[in-house]
């Protein structure tokens, strides 16, 4: 616990000290266990340019989820992403207005405490004037720290990295990774902070963007289903 408490101290330093330069990643993501096998999925975002200032993005998604078991689960998902222009709070006319339809498989194994989620999704993407083919493969590594699964009252340290890749090119897009703490408080709650770094490779043009993360998860378990859960954010 008293790591999780010093890394983020240091995060939210490392934020105020970079204010021009931090952006912050805000997520509400809502799941609803409806059986063994089946789940519905929601996933709202808010993103800024600057530590909560100069909010440029936000996406609202959701999903269909089919579990074979706890190793292997299907997701059928669509969702809106819109984005303004930079030097404002939501300053018009939009930069981007996109709607996108995914075919996702998600497969996870576990090394003693150690959790490894293998995520790969193919996305088609609508924008006003084109359309884009895209697929992204994604590791997601959590370890808990004071129980052996991750569970209420259970804290734990997570990171991921996930490539973007195109049938155009550039074909290699993005790279995404993600490093935090989070904390389960009960069977419905988890809350997870953290530090993301999104690089984009666009018309040889790289650009590279730091973010504070905060992801605050809600499940709801109509069935009672008893498989551990993996933390990590629908997007």
């Known amino acids: 616990m008293r790591a ?58 959701g999903g269909v989820s089919y579990s074979v078991n706890k190793n292997f689960l299907f997701l059928l ?34 090394l003693e405490r150690l959790k490894f989620e293998h995520r790969y999704r193919a996305e088609q993407r609508w924008f006003k004037d084109s359309y884009r083919n895209r697929f992204r493969y994604r590791l997601n590594v959590a370890l808990p720290i004071n129980n052996k ?15 973007f890749l195109t049938n155009k090119a550039p074909y290699f897009e993005r790279n995404r990774f993600f490093a935090g703490v989070g904390y389960q408080a009960n069977k419905w709650l988890t809350i997870q902070p953290g530090y993301v770094n999104q690089y984009d ?3 040889d043009v790289a650009q590279g963007k730091h973010f504070f993360q905060l992801t605050i998860g809600i499940e709801i378990d109509a069935h009672k289903d008893p498989k551990e859960k993996m933390p990590g954010n629908v997007d």
Not at 10 to 30: P, R
Not at 149 to 163: H, L, N, Q, R
Request: charged fraction near 20%; charge should be neutral; proline fraction near 3%.
């Open 77 to 110: 998902g669509t969702g809106k992403y819109v984005t303004y222009p930079d030097g404002g709070n939501f300053v018009k006319p939009l930069s981007s207005d996109e709607f996108r339809f995914w075919q996702q498989l998600t497969m996870n194994h576990f």
């Open 149 to 163: 699964k991750i569970g209420p009252k259970t804290f734990y340290v997570a990171s991921f990295d996930e490539i």
């Open 4 to 61: 999780c408490v010093i890394v983020l101290l240091l995060m939210s330093q490392i934020a105020f000290s970079q204010k021009s330069d931090f952006g912050s990643w805000n997520v509400i993501n809502t799941k609803l266990v409806l059986s063994e096998r089946w789940s519905v999925l929601n996933e709202l975002q808010l993103r800024s340019q600057s530590f909560y200032d100069n909010h440029y993005y936000y996406e609202i998604k």
């Open 201 to 203: 490779y666009k018309n």
